[in-house]
Nanobody, 118 residues
Framework: VLLQESGPGLVKPSQTLSLTCTVSGGSVIAANFAWSWVRRPPGTGLEWVGG???????KYSPSLKSRASISRNASKNQFILQLSSVTPEDTAVYYCRGIDGSSGSEYWGQGAQVTVSS
Protein backbone atom coordinates (compact mmCIF):
# COMPACT_ATOMS: atom_id res chain seq x y z
CA VAL A 1 0.00 0.00 0.00
CA LEU A 2 1.42 3.35 -1.05
CA LEU A 3 0.26 6.76 0.13
CA GLN A 4 1.11 10.14 -1.37
CA GLU A 5 0.20 13.54 0.06
CA SER A 6 -0.48 16.52 -2.16
CA GLY A 7 -1.51 20.10 -1.56
CA PRO A 8 -0.21 23.66 -1.36
CA GLY A 9 2.98 24.18 0.55
CA LEU A 10 2.05 27.70 1.63
CA VAL A 11 -1.24 28.83 3.14
CA LYS A 12 -2.10 32.28 4.45
CA PRO A 13 -3.40 32.77 7.99
CA SER A 14 -7.19 32.46 8.36
CA GLN A 15 -7.45 30.40 5.15
CA THR A 16 -8.35 26.72 4.86
CA LEU A 17 -5.61 24.16 4.43
CA SER A 18 -6.54 21.29 2.13
CA LEU A 19 -4.42 18.17 1.71
CA THR A 20 -5.15 15.08 -0.33
CA CYS A 21 -3.79 11.61 0.24
CA THR A 22 -3.87 9.34 -2.81
CA VAL A 23 -3.81 5.64 -2.00
CA SER A 24 -2.58 2.88 -4.28
CA GLY A 25 -2.47 -0.83 -3.61
CA GLY A 26 -5.42 -0.58 -1.25
CA SER A 27 -8.89 0.91 -1.05
CA VAL A 28 -10.00 3.84 1.10
CA ILE A 29 -13.28 1.99 1.66
CA ALA A 30 -11.71 -1.36 2.51
CA ALA A 31 -13.31 -2.87 5.61
CA ASN A 32 -10.03 -3.58 7.37
CA PHE A 33 -8.41 -0.16 6.94
CA ALA A 34 -8.48 3.06 8.91
CA TRP A 35 -6.99 6.25 7.49
CA SER A 36 -5.63 9.21 9.36
CA TRP A 37 -3.61 12.40 9.25
CA VAL A 38 -0.65 13.04 11.54
CA ARG A 39 1.52 16.14 11.66
CA ARG A 40 4.91 17.14 13.03
CA PRO A 41 5.29 20.84 13.90
CA PRO A 42 8.84 22.22 13.85
CA GLY A 43 10.89 21.03 16.77
CA THR A 44 8.18 18.83 18.24
CA GLY A 45 6.90 15.29 18.01
CA LEU A 46 4.12 13.74 16.02
CA GLU A 47 0.57 14.97 16.61
CA TRP A 48 -2.47 12.99 15.53
CA VAL A 49 -4.90 15.23 13.66
CA GLY A 50 -7.78 12.87 13.00
CA GLY A 51 -8.93 9.88 11.02
CA UNK A 52 -11.71 8.09 9.21
CA UNK A 53 -12.74 4.48 9.71
CA UNK A 54 -13.91 2.17 6.95
CA UNK A 55 -17.47 2.84 8.10
CA UNK A 56 -17.01 6.53 7.38
CA UNK A 57 -16.97 7.52 11.03
CA UNK A 58 -14.49 10.31 11.67
CA LYS A 59 -12.62 11.21 14.83
CA TYR A 60 -10.47 14.24 15.55
CA SER A 61 -7.95 15.50 18.04
CA PRO A 62 -9.89 17.49 20.67
CA SER A 63 -7.66 20.49 20.06
CA LEU A 64 -8.45 20.50 16.33
CA LYS A 65 -11.98 19.14 16.28
CA SER A 66 -13.61 22.51 15.67
CA ARG A 67 -11.46 23.20 12.60
CA ALA A 68 -10.67 19.81 11.04
CA SER A 69 -12.65 17.76 8.56
CA ILE A 70 -11.66 14.47 6.92
CA SER A 71 -13.49 12.96 3.99
CA ARG A 72 -13.01 10.21 1.41
CA ASN A 73 -13.34 10.16 -2.35
CA ALA A 74 -13.79 6.51 -3.23
CA SER A 75 -13.85 7.14 -6.98
CA LYS A 76 -10.34 8.60 -6.80
CA ASN A 77 -9.22 6.41 -3.91
CA GLN A 78 -8.28 9.46 -1.87
CA PHE A 79 -8.92 10.90 1.55
CA ILE A 80 -8.79 14.60 2.23
CA LEU A 81 -7.96 16.80 5.19
CA GLN A 82 -9.36 20.28 5.50
CA LEU A 83 -8.24 22.51 8.34
CA SER A 84 -9.93 25.88 8.56
CA SER A 85 -8.83 29.19 10.08
CA VAL A 86 -5.17 28.22 10.06
CA THR A 87 -2.53 30.07 12.05
CA PRO A 88 1.28 29.85 11.98
CA GLU A 89 0.94 27.21 14.73
CA ASP A 90 -0.48 24.88 12.07
CA THR A 91 2.84 24.93 10.23
CA ALA A 92 4.04 21.33 10.10
CA VAL A 93 4.92 18.35 7.99
CA TYR A 94 1.64 16.56 7.39
CA TYR A 95 1.60 12.79 6.93
CA CYS A 96 -1.21 10.53 5.82
CA ARG A 97 -1.33 7.06 7.29
CA GLY A 98 -3.21 3.85 6.75
CA ILE A 99 -3.57 1.08 9.31
CA ASP A 100 -4.57 -2.43 8.35
CA GLY A 101 -6.61 -3.57 11.30
CA SER A 102 -6.30 -7.23 10.33
CA SER A 103 -2.49 -7.27 10.47
CA GLY A 104 -1.59 -4.15 12.42
CA SER A 105 0.57 -2.94 9.55
CA GLU A 106 0.97 0.79 9.11
CA TYR A 107 1.58 2.62 5.87
CA TRP A 108 2.80 6.20 5.70
CA GLY A 109 3.13 8.83 3.05
CA GLN A 110 6.38 10.72 2.64
CA GLY A 111 4.96 13.84 4.23
CA ALA A 112 4.04 17.27 2.92
CA GLN A 113 5.47 20.47 4.34
CA VAL A 114 2.79 23.09 4.94
CA THR A 115 3.78 26.58 6.05
CA VAL A 116 1.22 29.09 7.27
CA SER A 117 2.49 32.58 6.61
CA SER A 118 1.36 35.83 5.10
Amino acid sequence: VLLQESGPGLVKPSQTLSLTCTVSGGSVIAANFAWSWVRRPPGTGLEWVGGVQYSGITKYSPSLKSRASISRNASKNQFILQLSSVTPEDTAVYYCRGIDGSSGSEYWGQGAQVTVSS
